[in-house]
């Protein structure tokens, strides 16, 4: 068939195939590092799992066909010179799959069913359905043959090792059809009520409705705008499991979690054209906070982990989103908001304060999202200055709050508390030329080349100006050709795939960003601002990319640098539209 252009095209190998509420997508890659040959059903139900091998095959010789894949938001192709299969979603949890002139393999990735693991198949005397049954997610995947026939049958009912699976062949038109269900137990028969091409123009539509929300203002002058728009939508999922709300994965890959703090580049980007999708992603990780106040590490579909937390920042968001959202917050969601934003802020000024210490500790690198930056080398347990920093914000922000709420004390003591924690960071860690950082139990402050350091920019024009003036220039140093180094290049610790010891990440891009503007250093922003823009627009929404080459690395479909080009390509439109104005 020939379809209408539904959007972008991209690479499956770098961005999965999926859409807005599904828990699975259609992707070659495995595991971290891990690639196929063909693509899979992967399912990010109780973890990420392969479940189905999705195979084009020659109907001469039953091998495998040699196809080219072609990708738009909407429709999934396989093209051959003789054939070709297209596939598309036509619900959440159903694809329909359309074939002409090529067979189709579906066949149970796991080749071993025990009593705890693999994948049971048989086909189901009610409705004539196939259905394979996960052990790894817990889930049914039906096989509704709408069209054509089924011309090899393997391991029905089988148990042990084996080949599990079904081969569609066309009907004497030279076409077949299929529908493919993820569900639970059971429902009712499933019959087609539209016809391929609708299903195709339906995902289109929803899609391009999707992208007209959040990036209106797009243009050519952002040519990577709409496919980040398709990266969040498709990465999102709907509640289910531990997941309370519509949530935004960080990834339909590997990192397929909400972690506590890449939610909030989600929320912000969302907020002015989806702001209930943006209300639940800042809302989401709070629905798991604990009885100490402390917000989960992160959460998935079966897991919520508390070993580790990550940076108040949400103060900081918080802020930013109420600004962004075309409607106010009603009085029930701004009192929601500062009962957990208190919780939040008192977990640090008391459970990581230690007795007679004025400021808060990391336990880990992981606590601060800098996982392995080089501030916690001299000691894992760290007093780093961008904790102080981003607390500051958040306790700013509750004051306000407060003050809208009619808590008059709770203001003034808020307040208090900030200026109070911002006295003993200058006194502390400020040595008149960088913040330091030093071990939580004991030992003298310390430096270190990691832009982690220089991360109380976030506070703008709370610092005294010698201070935001001199980590102004610290920052441009981390500067190269692509964005931020988070270790300075010139580093003897400097790794080019180091994680947080050297690579350009979204976050701190946009909070360094941000922080400069409120510093009064629009020049260095707009610097920042406009090389992530082009690194994004070369390379895509990689976790993180290799700051002297600009070459994307780790999870290459990661939705909080997609988030944060939204954020910043906007910010860069209306700036200019309003120069030009």
Not at 57 to 63: K, Q, S
Not at 353 to 378: I, V
Request: proline share 6%; with cysteine; net charge negative.
């Amino acid at each position: 068939m020939t379809a209408a252009r539904s959007g972008p095209a991209f690479s499956v190998h770098d961005i999965p195939f999926s859409t807005h509420g599904s828990w699975f997508g259609i992707s070659p890659v495995l595991a971290e590092k891990t690639y196929a040959e063909d693509l899979h059903l992967v399912s990010h139900q109780n973890g990420m799992h392969a479940v189905l091998r999705l195979v084009p095959l020659d109907p001469a010789t039953g091998e495998r066909a040699e196809t080219r894949v072609e990708a738009t938001p909407g429709l999934l192709s396989w093209t051959a010179t003789d054939g070709r299969i297209d596939l598309a979603y036509e619900s959440p949890d159903t694809v329909r799959i359309h074939g002409t002139g090529l067979r189709f393999g579906i066949n149970a990735v796991a080749p071993a069913l025990t009593p705890f693991s693999g994948t049971y198949f048989y086909r189901d005397p009610v409705d004539g359905a196939y259905v394979f049954t996960s052990y790894e997610t817990g889930c049914r995947y039906r096989i509704t043959v709408l069209s054509g026939t089924v011309a090899e049958l393997s391991g029905s009912e089988a148990l042990g090792v084996g080949d599990r699976g079904l081969t569609i062949a066309a009907n004497a038109d030279g076409t077949w059809g299929v529908a493919v269900e993820e569900l639970d137990s059971a429902r009712q028969p499933y019959r087609a009520s539209t016809v391929f091409g609708e299903v195709v123009e339906a995902a289109r539509r929803s899609f391009t409705e999707f992208a007209d929300t959040v990036a209106p203002w797009r243009s050519d002058d952002t040519p990577a705008a709409e496919l980040a728009a398709y990266v969040v939508w498709s990465a999102t999922v709907r509640p289910a499991g531990l997941v309370t709300r519509p949530g935004v994965l960080m990834s339909k890959h590997w990192m397929d979690k909400v972690w506590s703090w890449d939610h909030c580049f989600n929320a912000l980007a969302l907020a002015p054209g989806s702001p209930a999708l943006a209300w639940d992603q800042f809302q989401l990780p709070f629905d798991h906070q604990d009885e100490s106040g402390a917000l989960p590490d992160s959460v998935a579909h079966s897991e919520v982990l508390y070993n580790f937390v990550k940076p108040p920042i949400h103060g900081w968001a918080f802020g930013h989103l109420r600004t962004r959202l075309t409607e106010p917050l009603d009085p029930a969601q701004l009192a929601q908001a500062y009962d957990r934003l208190t919780r939040w802020t008192d977990f640090w000024l008391t459970a990581r304060r230690a007795p007679g210490t004025a400021l808060p500790h990391y336990q880990h690198g992981n606590d601060s999202g800098w996982d392995n930056a080089t501030t916690f080398d001299p000691g894992r347990l760290a007093v780093t200055a961008d904790l102080t920093a981003t607390l500051i914000l958040q306790l700013d922000e509750l004051a306000r709050l407060a003050g809208e709420l009619g808590f008059a004390d709770d203001a003034r003591r808020r307040t208090e508390t900030a200026d109070g924690l911002q006295v003993a960071l200058l006194d502390e860690l400020w040595d008149g030329e960088r913040f330091l950082s030093r071990p939580a139990h004991c030992g003298a402050p310390v430096p270190s080349a990691s832009l982690l350091d220089l991360m109380p920019i976030v506070l703008g024009d709370r610092l005294p100006a010698k201070v935001r003036d001199r980590l102004a220039e610290r920052i441009e140093t981390h500067l190269t050709a692509f964005g931020l180094a988070t270790e300075h290049p010139a580093s003897p610790h400097y790794e080019s795939d180091g994680y947080w010891r050297g690579p350009i990440w979204a976050p701190a891009t946009v909070l360094v960003e941000d922080g400069l503007r409120r510093a009064g250093h629009d020049r260095l922003a707009d610097e920042i601002s406009a090389r992530f823009r082009a690194l994004c627009e070369t390379s895509g929404f990689a976790e993180n990319f290799d700051a002297l080459t600009g070459r994307g690395l780790r999870d290459r479909a990661y939705t909080w640098t997609a988030s944060s080009y939204l954020l910043l390509a906007r910010d860069h439109h209306h700036r200019h539209a309003d120069t030009r104005g």
